[in-house]
């Protein structure tokens, strides 16, 4: 049987999902292995160093660098609050003196009797990590993070914008082919990760973050409306940190494209329940996907646990990613192992591929991606 790797979607009801909850420098780590943890659980946390702010004492002040250490009303290590005065002149005979003050509040870190300048820290950053996903912790790396683990369905998409969120499921389009429009974004969205088919526009983002929706799960988007809502063109950028009041994740990709009926049809089935959902997308070095995680109660059995092989193989789903089948989903009927001669002139390996509504056509590998099931 000929085989291919084809990166690809993960698009699967039962799968084991792991997720690497690490601090940017060593800091605490606040729970065991084993404990189980809701997904706005802090999980570790740590300090960032301040800002350094530096002061020109010896030039605010008229002095000689060698002379800054003598008029210094603060030593090394004392806390200084915005506005207080850190250095003094003597002025004449004890008259005309002037003070240097302290333009953040912080602690002073350094005096130079070199450059006459004093260099002020301001305080440390607190940065908290979650666990995002309600799982259990399998691994804790000391003093830098852990692993949570959990069972559940797993469904990435193809585009995605904001951050980690978590809500309940809620499926307002009637099939995967419906435009989410503005008028089936209600209050009852408030907190929800609200599923609609085939496209969103930028009214209906706008209703979304007026609502108070969670998260956002659509088939496609158009790029006049992405770059109206985040008022700038995306580029090639890493996506992940936008603060725009929702995350986006689309499934499909760019213009109305309906979503993959087996990808509405389960999160479909899985409305209500919680879900983890983080928009972040990376295309280039390091593919980061944007995704929906929805932990699933109840024991697992081996057979259900997901693994990839990279391999591709008859009856597997794929989406076209090239034209003129851009976006079309189907099944892979047959993989020819010998290379074919393309219009381009070139030989590349090929397969042939039955879409939804039952057409077949002959589409170089590279051209599609795997939808895992």
Do not use: W
Not at 233 to 251: N, P, S
């Amino acid at each position: 049987m000929a085989h291919a790797y084809t990166p690809g979607l993960k698009v699967t009801e039962k799968s084991v999902v792991r997720k690497d909850r690490r601090l940017p420098l060593k800091g605490q780590v606040m729970v065991k292995q084993g404990d189980a943890v809701a997904s706005d659980q802090v999980v570790a946390k740590t300090e960032l160093p301040g800002n350094v702010q530096t002061v020109n004492v010896a030039g605010l002040l008229g002095l000689l660098a060698e002379d800054v250490p003598s008029h210094m009303l603060k030593k090394i290590g004392d806390p200084v609050a915005k506005d207080e005065a850190i250095a003094i002149s003597k002025g004449f005979f004890g008259l005309f003196k002037s003070s240097c003050k302290a333009p953040v509040t912080g602690t002073i870190e350094s005096i130079s009797q070199i450059t006459g300048q004093v260099i002020l820290r301001e305080p440390p950053l607190p940065v908290q990590v979650r666990a995002y996903i309600d799982g259990t912790i399998v691994q804790v790396n000391e003093n830098e993070g852990v692993v949570v683990e959990a069972f559940g369905t797993f469904v990435q998409g193809i585009f995605g914008i904001g951050g980690e969120v978590a809500g309940e499921v809620l499926v307002v389009a009637a099939d995967p082919a419906q435009e989410l429009t503005p008028d089936l974004l209600t209050p009852a969205c408030q907190g929800k990760v609200v599923v609609g088919g085939s496209l969103v526009r930028i009214a209906a983002l706008q209703k979304a973050v007026e609502v108070g929706a969670k998260a956002l799960v659509v088939g496609g988007i158009n790029d006049a409306d992405l770059k109206a809502f985040l008022g700038y063109d995306i580029g090639v950028a890493i996506t992940g940190t936008e603060q725009k009041g929702v995350t986006l994740v689309v499934t499909e990709g760019f213009g109305q494209m309906t979503m993959a009926r087996k990808t509405f049809n389960l999160l479909k089935s899985k409305q209500g329940l919680k879900a983890s959902v983080n928009g972040a997308t990376q295309i280039r070095a390091g593919v980061m996907r944007p995704e929906v995680i929805i932990p699933l109660a109840g024991e697992r059995s081996t057979e259900e646990t997901h693994k990839q092989d990279g391999g591709m193989d008859l009856g597997m789903a794929i989406r076209a990613i090239r034209h003129p089948y851009f976006g079309r989903i189907g099944k892979v009927t047959a993989l020819p192992h010998e290379l074919q001669k393309l219009e381009s002139e070139s030989h590349a390996r090929i397969l042939e591929v039955e879409f939804e509504d039952g057409t077949k056509a002959i589409v170089p590998r590279a051209n599609v991606e795997l939808i895992e099931d």
